[in-house]
């Protein structure tokens, strides 16, 4: 079975602080992918890999940075956090560009809240 | 501005009976379609989908139905069970690369009331 891991369930940080989120994959998908889930606004993404050291932003990179040193881990950075930025973070991993059946893992979610 | 859009938030169904979300979209480059569900605390998972030469897909209990001239899908739930309780999500995607190619519509809030 893929498995896509984030460490942390659940955070809690101060505003300002520098916040580190972290997700492996164990199926060496070229794909991984950060996601923000908001009520009444869904799943909306913030930055995607398609290899190691590339990122591209997706539709809200705004106060998000993110790093992909080795092919099975992407990392999500928010480098000053605002109480905004409280949400449900979900990496996600796929193998093929084209997102055909259920080629995009998602881990089990990252709770944030930003004090 | 949203490509994919889940126009009802929330519906109830009583067990036993068909529920019917739907989902429509804007973008007529998008051919492959997918429902995913979310239970709370946890991930989306892949729940069932349909390529843009169907307009019909059928697996055990859920049916997905693709009308391209609407550009309207909908997921139908026959008979809802109350584990069915859960957000549902629609996404679309396109076959270009280069950017980001997968888009989820708000989610619909489904419960089975037993």
């Known amino acids: 079975d893929v498995k896509v891991t984030q460490s942390s369930r659940y955070l809690v940080k101060r505003t300002g602080e520098k916040v580190f989120l972290e997700c492996v994959q164990d199926?060496?998908?070229?794909?991984m992918f950060w996601y923000r889930q908001d009520p009444g606004l869904g799943l909306r993404l913030i930055y995607f890999?398609?290899?190691?050291?590339?990122?591209e932003k997706g539709d809200i990179p705004e106060g998000y940075s993110v790093s992909r040193e080795k092919k099975e881990r992407f990392s999500l950075i928010l480098e000053s956090a605002s109480t905004n930025q409280t949400s449900m973070y979900l990496c996600?991993?796929?193998?093929?560009?084209?997102?055909?059946?259920?080629?995009?893992?998602f881990g089990e979610g990252s709770w944030l809240t930003v004090v | 501005d949203q490509q994919v859009k889940q126009n009802s938030p929330s519906l109830s169904v009583q067990e036993g009976r068909i529920s019917i979300l739907n989902c429509d979209y804007t973008n007529s480059m998008f051919d492959y379609f997918l429902w995913y569900k979310k239970y709370p605390a946890e991930g989306p998972t892949f729940l069932i989908s349909i390529s843009s030469i169907k307009d019909k897909n059928e697996d055990g209990r859920f049916t997905v139905f693709l009308n391209k001239s609407a550009k309207h899908l909908s997921l139908h739930i026959v008979p809802s069970q109350p584990g069915d309780s859960a957000v549902y999500f629609c996404a679309a995607s396109g076959g270009w690369t280069g950017a980001n190619n997968l888009f989820f519509g708000t989610g619909t809030r489904l419960t089975v009331i037993p």
């Open positions: 890999s398609y290899d190691v050291k590339m990122k």
């Open positions: 996600a991993s796929s193998t093929e560009v084209r997102h055909s059946g259920n080629t995009i893992y």
């Open positions: 199926m060496d998908h070229e794909n």
